[in-house]
Structures are given as structure tokens and as C-alpha cells.
């Protein structure tokens, strides 16, 4: 996964930083980098965090930044996909009521618009639904794969 953004920030802040050890902070989708709002939300939430921090430490400021920084994600994330489920659950009504719609025989050339519309902004909500999912199988057969292989080789 790609984050070049949150390099650059890190690097700005003036704080020297070892390399991360252990479990990585958060996970970040590719998708998410070019989604609205993202770059925003990371710009606003490192600058946000960078008076609140009462430590000297570098190591302590940096995790302090990184877990708001998490944690504004997560809840961006959580709205983004609910706002999706809804608009999907809307779709899915209104084609339901288009097919009673056409059975009833009253469908104008503008209900055969919105319906080919509304088909394809569903098949987009479904892809994008397909995407996370691939993205979230591969990170855990990574993480899954990474601890059968070790214990493999002790062996």
C-alpha cells in the first residue's frame, strides 16, 4: 500500500524518524489516496495534532500524531462506507419501484434514462465494494501467509 503523502508530512514536521518497528500504525486502501476529502483530512488532522502534544520526545509526538491520525481515518472511512450502503440501498429501491412501475405499463422515455443511470451507479458502488474486498483478502493472506511461512521454517 502506497502512502507517499504521510512520508512528506513526516519528513516536514522536522522530527528525525527511525524506521517503524513492530505492527505498522494503520492500514491505508490505495483507493482512499485519491478519494475526496483524503488528502485534506491527513493535512488537517498532522497539523491539528501538532500543538496538542505536551512531550519533548520525538518518539511520543510522532505516536501521538500517528494515533489521531488513525483514528481520523477510521472514522472517515466508517462514514464514507455508510454513505455508499445508503446510497445503494436508494438505488436499489428505486429500481424496485421502476419495475412496478413497468409492469403497470407507465414508464416515460425519462424512467428508461434514470434507470439505465441508476444501474450504472450501482454497478460503480459495487466495484468499489469489490475493490475493498480484494484489497482487505490480500492484506490478510499477507499477514496469514507471512506467519505459516515462519512457521515453516522453524521447522
Known sequence: MKCHGL???????GIKTRPLQGPKPFKVFDKWIGGVGFHELVEGSWASNQASSTSS?????IKDKLKKLRMDIKA???DRITDQNKT???LKKDLLEWDLKAEDGLLTDYDRAKREEWLMDLDYLDQIHREDLKQKSRLKW????EENTRRILRR
Open 76 to 78: 472517515w472511512s466508517y
Open 142 to 145: 499477507a499477514i496469514e501467509g
Open 7 to 13: 512520508r512528506s508530512l513526516v519528513g516536514s514536521s
Open 88 to 90: 445503494r440501498d436508494e
Open 57 to 61: 520526545n520525538p518518539d511520543i509526538v
